[in-house]
């Protein structure tokens, strides 16, 4: 009789239970391998690991929450961190002389190519305002992929409550901008899609379930996409227990060196595509000058 | 008693297995015919036109990860399959 390690419940539950079900008789232990995608509360460092200490549940209008610090968390608050460390000194230096140099330079090029390429192509100049959101969003879902790719890193985003939470935030703004480039009324009359009274029923519905589509597609292509690059990289660490011997090793570590590159391209990519589309939504609400409304 | 039900549980959990399998399968060929298609179609416009070669290249990678957007969503969804 084959022995399977029981399956967790569900590969978006966010922290597992703190006891892991062990195969019996596996020559290596599979879920110790899938830890690595899920969220924990213990940190890796070189050297040990770090049982963070939870925080006890807080009461919220009749829902407990459990805020403490787990492993995704911490890669979140890491990622802010370091975001918010590298725009303060490249702005610093910016201010000083109008040509940057150095680290500022580096920073200044992915500005002026969100800012070229995905700001005003699809939002135009009313649109400029918003540059500074969609640079973090780019700059700070970039940051959170490229820690997933270090070793004893873990890619926040790989966690759906993460992405949902992003684009929940991109929604939010998503509309926010429309209404405020458009007035409410207006921002309403748009769910009508511009077409005759009797086929209102039918088209609003539809409406109103493309803007949460949009967004729900904007969360699950990050996240499957940053997971399954992992579960990717773990499955193919797997054959090298599979093969049971030294000298068969090479060969799957050489697969995964590639897989980890192609992952480097993703995150690139994946970051790019969700600011850029977040971008493109917005500008679908921002009434243009040059030649009418885009419509529908 | 319990050892016939351990069996019966895990001899229904097999077809999981092979709807999440076929499922990728299928998912996988989607996702290759359509951003092959894509593809070719950038090649073929970057060939004709050379100086519009990077306009085409951003479009074909939008393109690219919108497909493979719906594609995860289905993978998502074998891996359910196959954790059930």
Redesign the interface.
């Known amino acids: 009789?084959t022995q399977?390690p029981a399956?967790?419940?569900?590969?978006l539950t966010t922290v597992p239970s703190d006891t892991v079900a062990v195969a019996e008789h596996a020559e290596f232990d599979f879920n110790h391998l899938l830890e690595h995608l899920y969220d924990s509360r213990t940190l890796e460092y070189p050297g040990g690991h770090w049982d963070i200490p939870p925080f006890s549940p807080v009461q919220i209008a009749g829902l407990t929450i459990d805020f403490s610090v787990t492993k995704h968390v911490f890669f979140l608050l890491l990622a802010a961190v370091l975001l918010t460390l590298t725009a303060v000194s490249a702005s610093k230096k910016i201010r000083k002389s109008v040509v940057p140099t150095g680290f500022a330079n580096l920073i200044e090029v992915f500005v002026v190519f969100i800012r070229d390429?995905v700001v005003l192509p699809t939002m135009g100049h009313a649109g400029l305002r918003y540059t500074p959101f969609i640079l973090t969003t780019f700059l700070y879902i970039l940051i959170m992929n490229l820690l997933g790719l270090m070793p004893f890193g873990a890619s926040a985003t790989g966690n759906i409550s993460v992405t949902a939470g992003l684009a929940l935030v991109a929604f939010v703004m998503i509309q926010i901008s429309a209404i405020r480039a458009q007035g409410f009324t207006h921002y309403l009359a748009h769910f009508t899609g511009g077409v005759a009274w009797w086929l209102w029923p039918i088209m609003i519905p539809i409406e109103v379930l493309g803007i949460f589509t949009k967004a729900f597609?904007l969360c699950?292509?990050l996240?499957?996409?940053m997971s399954?690059g992992h579960i990717v990289i773990l499955a193919l660490l797997g054959f090298v227990f599979l093969g049971q011997s030294i000298f068969f090793a090479p060969v799957p570590v050489l697969f995964v060196v590639a897989i980890n590159l192609l992952e480097l391209l993703v995150a690139f990519?994946?970051a790019?595509?969700f600011a850029?589309?977040t971008a493109v939504f917005m500008g679908l609400g921002i009434p243009q000058e040059e030649h009418g409304e885009h419509g529908h | 008693m319990d050892q016939a039900i351990e069996?019966a549980r895990?001899a229904a959990n097999q077809w999981g297995y092979l709807a999440a399998g076929i499922g990728a399968g299928i998912v996988v060929l989607g996702a290759a015919f359509g951003i092959g298609k894509l593809a070719s179609a950038a090649m073929e416009a970057s060939g004709r036109q050379p100086e519009v070669a990077g306009a085409v290249r951003?479009s074909m990678?939008?393109a690219a990860?919108?497909i493979?957007?719906?594609t995860?969503?289905a993978?998502?969804i074998c891996?359910?399959l196959?954790?059930?």
Request: glycine share 4%; charged share 10%.
């Open positions: 009789m399977t399956p967790p419940d569900s590969l390429e597609a699950m292509r996240f499957a996409n399954g990519i994946q790019y595509v850029m589309l | 069996v895990q951003t990678i939008i990860a919108l493979e957007g719906a995860f969503f993978l998502a891996i359910l196959a954790l059930k």
